[in-house]
């Protein structure tokens, strides 16, 4: 019998990462074993069912991924669940990074480790996960490994930067990831999305702000209406198959066109 196959997706108990959980158990046939601090209990659990729902196996770990020794215990507690030569797809979902000005009128400005945690979780952690993967012989043959990223980096948000130049120094750990797992048979990747509706951003916008958001959404994309991370899940699924394998070191955009509007937007406000 051939061996199973797993997804190992940091940040799976919430929004992007959840939804890419559940769908590669479901359509690709991978085992789970995902990633998260805990702060959304009750999202894991449901995670958890819907994996197990699918007739495969979902282990999910509590702790710290986004650090260098997070990556080494999660890939020790990942070989002893799955075995050597298991990890089809590794998903980075981390969203852990501070916001705020560097130089503000008024208030703090970013803190040094507020910049370095932000680098650490959300770019570094990435490579600390490869090297952690490769050193415990955890890929399998034609391995995917998958980064996530959003068109801040094209349009600036004002309050974003630390987490902007962390998801910059990613693509670029991406690509040479890319060159240098390449020859191995691997394949890294960094997608790009627009804003998708997750709980942790209803948590944070009130409903009046959420129904700006949409509406502003609506404006920009040239669909007329913002992406779901149902969407995101069932594009990242494809990005499994064999027929796509010569993806690599890409910086894929699946934004829908998200930021093409933004100058006509603001020159030709009334149209
Ligand atoms: N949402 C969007 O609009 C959007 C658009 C484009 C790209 N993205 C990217 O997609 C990724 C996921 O974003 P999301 O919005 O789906 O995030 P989310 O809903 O806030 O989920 C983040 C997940 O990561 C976990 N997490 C965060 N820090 C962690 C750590 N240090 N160790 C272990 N688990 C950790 C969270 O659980 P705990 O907090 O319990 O640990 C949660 O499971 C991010 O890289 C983000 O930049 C998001």
């Known amino acids: 019998m051939s061996q199973e196959q797993w997804a190992v997706i940091l940040g799976a108990s919430s929004g992007t990462g959840a939804s890419i959980a559940v769908e590669v158990a479901r359509t690709r046939g991978?085992?789970?074993?995902?990633?998260?601090?805990?702060?959304?209990?009750?999202?894991?659990?449901?995670?958890?069912?819907?994996v197990a729902s699918t007739g495969r196996r979902i282990v999910m770990h509590r702790g710290d991924a986004g650090t260098s020794e997070g990556a080494i215990q999660g890939a020790e507690l990942l070989l002893a669940a799955a075995g050597p030569r298991s990890v089809k797809l590794f998903v980075?979902?981390?969203?852990?990074?501070s916001v705020g000005l560097f130089v503000p009128e008024k208030g703090e400005p970013l803190h040094s480790r507020q910049l370095e945690r932000t680098f650490t979780a959300m770019a570094h952690s990435f490579?600390?996960?490869?090297?952690?993967?490769?050193?415990?012989?955890?890929?399998?043959?034609?391995?995917?490994?998958?980064?996530?990223?959003?068109?801040l980096t094209e349009s600036l948000l004002h309050n974003t930067g630390a987490i902007t130049a962390a998801k910059a120094a990613l693509e670029i750990y991406v690509r040479h990831l890319a060159l240098e797992l390449g020859p191995r048979g691997h394949r890294v990747n960094l997608l790009k999305f627009g804003t998708v509706v997750t709980p942790a951003i209803r948590h944070v916008y009130s409903p009046e702000?959420?129904?700006?958001?949409?509406?502003?959404?609506?404006?920009?994309?040239?669909?007329?209406?913002?992406?779901?991370?149902?969407?995101?899940?069932?594009?990242?699924?494809?990005?499994?198959?064999?027929?796509?394998?010569?993806f690599n070191g890409a910086t894929i955009d699946f934004t829908g066109g998200m930021t093409l509007r933004l100058l006509d937007l603001v020159l030709n406000p009334s149209r």
């Not at 074993?33 to 819907?50: C, I, K, N, P, T």
């Open 209 to 246: 702000a959420m129904a700006r958001l949409e509406e502003a959404h609506r404006q920009m994309n040239p669909s007329g209406r913002m992406c779901t991370v149902e969407e995101v899940a069932r594009f990242v699924s494809i990005l499994v198959g064999e027929d796509v394998d010569w």
């Open 30 to 50: 991978l085992n789970v074993f995902g990633m998260h601090r805990g702060r959304y209990l009750e999202q894991a659990a449901q995670v958890e069912q819907e």
């Open 92 to 97: 980075h979902s981390l969203a852990s990074g």
């Open 127 to 151: 490579i600390y996960w490869a090297q952690a993967l490769v050193a415990k012989d955890l890929l399998a043959p034609g391995a995917r490994l998958l980064g996530l990223t959003n068109p």
